[in-house]
């Protein structure tokens, strides 16, 4: 920034330059975005396939284990792992979805047989999204199972 003789400021060459830079980086993160957007379901498979290991390993190891504990852990990363990413590829119904299952394990070192039966529909319905995409009827379908779930 320059200053005139009126005490006015404008913007110099360089910070011109700079913007034009920012705007460029700018567009390339969109572009790459868009790129990572088409790769998307396939992240979402990976993700439910860990989500689905997860939960037999919670079904695997009696609560008050370490085993089991460690499922817990295991089960909110890929949550939280989802909900962070979805709605950045289009996907607001599974971030809609695993929010609220993120928080119901939270903390958690153990998860009872109800919450595993959720995140048992929860695996289904981000298997079917990442299959066939997002639509009305998955979307009416993560809201209905996010109504079903205890407070956390």
Same mark, same amino acid.
């Given at each position: 920034m320059i200053a005139?003789? %009126?005490?006015?400021?404008a913007l110099?060459?360089?910070d011109?330059?700079l913007?034009?830079?920012l705007? !460029? /980086? +700018? &567009?390339?993160a969109e572009a790459a975005?868009? %790129?990572?957007a088409?790769d998307?379901?396939?992240?979402l498979?990976?993700d439910?396939d860990?989500l689905k !290991? /997860? +939960? &037999?390993?919670?079904?695997?190891?009696?609560?008050?284990t370490d085993?089991?504990?460690?499922a817990?852990?295991?089960t909110?990363?890929v949550?939280h792992?989802?909900?962070g990413?979805?709605?950045?590829?289009?996907?607001e119904?599974?971030?809609?979805?695993?929010d609220?299952?993120c928080?119901?394990?939270?903390g958690?070192r153990?998860v009872?047989p109800?919450?595993m039966?959720?995140l048992?529909a929860a695996?289904?319905?981000l298997?079917?999204m990442?299959?066939?995409g997002?639509s009305?009827?998955?979307?009416e379908?993560?809201?209905a199972?996010?109504?079903?779930?205890?407070a956390?």
């Amino acid at each position: 920034m320059i200053a005139d003789q %009126e005490g006015q400021t404008a913007l110099a060459e360089d910070d011109l330059e700079l913007d034009d830079e920012l705007l !460029a /980086a +700018i &567009a390339a993160a969109e572009a790459a975005i868009g %790129e990572m957007a088409e790769d998307y379901p396939s992240m979402l498979t990976q993700d439910a396939d860990l989500l689905k !290991a /997860a +939960i &037999a390993r919670l079904r695997l190891h009696a609560p008050g284990t370490d085993e089991h504990a460690a499922a817990c852990v295991d089960t909110f990363g890929v949550l939280h792992d989802i909900k962070g990413q979805a709605a950045s590829f289009g996907y607001e119904a599974a971030t809609a979805l695993c929010d609220p299952l993120c928080e119901c394990v939270r903390g958690k070192r153990e998860v009872d047989p109800q919450m595993m039966d959720y995140l048992d529909a929860a695996f289904e319905l981000l298997t079917h999204m990442a299959v066939h995409g997002v639509s009305p009827e998955s979307d009416e379908a993560a809201h209905a199972l996010v109504k079903q779930l205890p407070a956390a």
